[in-house]
């Protein structure tokens, strides 16, 4: 029963020692937890360096020490064998004290070789002589002086020798005696072997205790700091911010806290500025910054959800509305762009309050809005829309202590009906737009699919157009222009046609100037076009010079839009070079509507184009607005009369006034006259008997391509001789 429970108990006992050792190993876990550094640290760069450092300078340290030790250890052995030698020596020695005989027997020091470490002795009296020599030859010899060596080592550390007074052993002698030393030298390679161990074990020690403590302190806050810092660079926004697993109050932890709070706060900030960017990429994205109002980017992504939601799966209708302001232009230059800017908030808000709540109003585009309407049975009739946007605009609006009249276009497409597409449906509204602007602004058009053909028809031909300048389609024609008194050929204009290749029998049509050049100064491609006319009639001039036919002058049209857009001046002077003309040959006619546009910029470019050495005209002069103070003022040769004049001058008053009045302002300003669109003799007499000095039209030819027109010069100069020779006949008779 003993041996059982005897048995037993060590089972309980046991049992009771495990789960104490498993609570001690917890806690000594836990102390280790708090103690040991993460097992990253010791995989950092710095941690190994830093161990490495500590390490080598214990090292050092100790193994200076050992040095220093070794030596000292070293010395105490070689004094601990000169006891034992003194004590060996004094047991063997006799009881004689006489000078002249050793007190030590042979026999003596035989024994003291054998059983000793002593191989060699000397003895000598008080009188320093030698009595007596044993064993090996012992070099030390005592010596009187106090400065004598009692003690030396051997240069190969094999034998030490030791000098032992005679006050040492008590007997009126001095002994000098030889040491044989090799057992020292184990007992130091065990010393410093021992001592080298002790030195790596304390190194080790040392250094690890001081690693677990800047592992602790130091290493752990640094890696985690590090860390944070690695996480905050790499997602700026949301980083991984760790704590230690122990913080403290010193330098360290404060500076890691004000870290990890300056990386929260950043990324708070980077979160904040980021949200404010989006959100401020988003206004600019889709909200027009003048009026606040949406952008055409976000009204056609409203506008294809409305489609694709309301109109195809809720079967509604709705309607597109392109407003564009008339003139707007006209009024920016003239009020100001701070005026125009406030003019354009104050129609955006006045079109927000006229539609219908849930309609999207956008900023288009500089002078145009966009409007959608989802059309509802109390809007269902887009006309009533209209009728509100057009009433919204009928007050004037008041601005800068300016009151203005504002006049809108309106283009109007549907959805369904036009399209299903939100771009689709834009551009009709757009074309409608258009179409309201065509004919005379102020008003509305519905999209209709005629609209978008004349479009297509209009891309066509600027299509074909530039093909036509590329593939040297177009052409020159000449009409002669004569003097009315004495009927001799003047000049000729310049008139552009374009001839178009197709599969007809003829191989090609004539495309007529009314309906390509308005094509071409819209879309801005009358300024190669007017390079190309400028260039090749100087050039054909030219050449019928050389060919032998008198000079006369060649007239040339500047479109508006080259006058302005082109360096016109460069282009002149370049086509005068190139095709060795004569200035005095070429005559530029610009329209009265340009002079308009801008009056100093306009006699600026005149004059240069005067100091030249061309003839300039004013072409279509009376259908203008010519402000007289600036005509007189311009650098020009001739006032060309419109031919809508000369044809209705014999049977409307007012045109044949017209047509007086111009000729009479010309020659008080000593300005030649030349009248276009004389068809009849009586337009002729009629031209004659109000001064004309020039004349241009159908009563003496169409115009002429460059070959005709050249034997048209030569037969009319031809024929202009031979009635000059008749006359000159006729007079000699008479």
Not at 146 to 156: K, M
Not at 400 to 410: A, D, G, P, T
Not at 496 to 522: H, T, Y
Request: with cysteine; proline share 3%.
């Amino acid at each position: 029963m003993t041996d059982q429970n005897s048995a037993q108990k060590p089972v309980v006992k046991t049992g009771g020692s495990l789960s104490g050792s498993f609570r001690d190993q917890f806690r000594s876990a836990s102390l280790w937890d708090h103690l040991a550094s993460p097992a990253r640290i010791w995989r950092s760069k710095i941690s190994w360096r830093i161990t490495i450092t500590v390490f080598l300078t214990i090292l050092t340290v100790q193994a200076v020490v050992l040095v220093v030790t070794a030596s000292d250890f070293k010395t105490q052995k070689l004094h601990e064998m000169r006891q034992l030698a003194r004590v060996f020596v004094i047991s063997s020695l006799g009881d004689s004290d006489n000078q002249l005989t050793a007190p030590l027997t042979q026999e003596a020091a035989d024994r003291l070789f054998s059983e000793t470490m002593i191989s060699g002795i000397s003895i000598y009296g008080l009188d320093y002589n030698l009595i007596q020599v044993y064993g090996e030859t012992v070099v030390l010899r005592p010596s009187a002086s106090t400065d004598a060596t009692l003690q030396q080592l051997s240069a190969s550390n094999r034998f030490y020798e030791v000098v032992l007074r005679s006050h040492e052993i008590r007997r009126p002698y001095h002994i000098a005696v030889k040491l044989y030393t090799a057992g020292i030298a184990p007992q130091i390679n065990q010393h410093i072997q021992q001592s080298i161990l002790i030195i790596m074990l304390l190194s080790g020690f040392v250094t690890s205790v001081l690693m677990l403590v800047l592992g602790q302190w130091l290493l752990e806050p640094v890696m985690v700091l590090r860390n944070n810092l690695l996480s905050a660079a790499q997602n700026p926004e949301k980083p991984d911010v760790r704590r230690p697993r122990r913080e403290t109050r010193d330098e360290i932890g404060m500076a890691l806290r004000i870290a990890n709070d300056l990386i929260r706060q950043n990324a708070h900030n980077l979160r904040k500025l980021r949200s404010q960017a989006e959100d401020k990429i988003h206004k600019l994205a889709y909200y027009d910054n003048l009026t606040g109002l949406p952008n055409r980017t976000f009204f056609l992504e409203k506008l294809d959800d409305n489609i694709r939601h309301r109109v195809a799966e809720e079967e509604r209708r709705l309607a597109v509305f392109a407003i564009d302001l008339d003139h707007f232009k006209d009024i920016n230059d003239t009020m100001g762009h701070e005026f125009g800017d406030k003019l354009l908030e104050a129609i955006g808000k006045r079109l927000v309050k006229a539609l219908p709540a849930g309609s999207l109003i956008s900023r288009a585009s500089a002078d145009e809005f966009t409007a959608m309407v989802v059309l509802k049975e109390e809007h269902s009739d887009t006309a009533t829309l209209v009728d509100q946007i057009f009433n919204a605009m009928a007050e004037p609006v008041s601005i800068l202590h300016e009151r203005f009249q504002v006049r809108v276009s309106i283009g109007v497409a549907h959805s369904p009906d036009d399209g299903m597409e939100a771009r689709q449906i834009l551009k009709n509204a757009d074309i409608a737009l258009n179409r309201a602007k065509e004919e005379g602004r102020d008003t509305v058009r519905y999209y209709s699919e005629d609209f978008d053909l004349a479009v297509q028809q209009r891309f066509q031909m600027l299509r074909d157009l530039r093909m036509a300048l590329e593939e040297n389609q177009l052409r020159l024609h000449f009409h002669p222009q004569f003097d009315l008194r004495s009927g001799q050929l003047i000049g000729a204009e310049a008139l552009l046609r374009w001839w178009c290749p197709d599969n007809s029998k003829e191989g090609g049509r004539f495309i007529s100037p009314a309906d390509f050049i308005p094509v071409a100064e819209q879309s801005g491609l009358i300024v190669p076009i007017g390079e190309w006319v400028l260039k090749t009639a100087c050039k054909i001039n030219k050449q019928w010079q050389d060919k032998g036919l008198p000079p006369f002058r060649m007239a040339v049209n500047i479109s508006g839009v080259q006058f302005h857009r082109a360096d016109i001046v460069a282009l002149t002077a370049q086509a005068l070079k190139e095709s060795g003309l004569d200035p005095k040959w070429l005559e530029l006619e610009v329209t009265e509507s340009v002079f308009m546009e801008n009056m100093q910029v306009a006699i600026d470019i005149l004059n240069q184009l005067h100091q030249l050495g061309v003839e300039l005209a004013v072409d279509d002069f009376g259908t203008g607005y010519s402000s007289l103070s600036y005509l007189r003022q311009f650098p020009i040769d001739r006032l060309k009369i419109d031919q809508s004049f000369i044809r209705n001058a014999l049977i409307n008053n007012d045109d044949r006034m017209i047509a007086k009045t111009i000729i009479t302002l010309g020659h008080s300003l000593n300005l030649k006259v030349i009248a276009e669109g004389v068809e009849t003799v009586e337009h002729e007499e009629f031209l004659k008997a109000e001064g004309c000095d020039e004349v241009q039209g159908f009563k003496y030819t169409k115009p002429l391509p460059q070959d005709q027109m050249r034997e048209y010069v030569i037969n009319h100069n031809r024929t202009m001789a031979q009635n000059t020779t008749l006359k000159v006949i006729e007079d000699k008779n008479a």
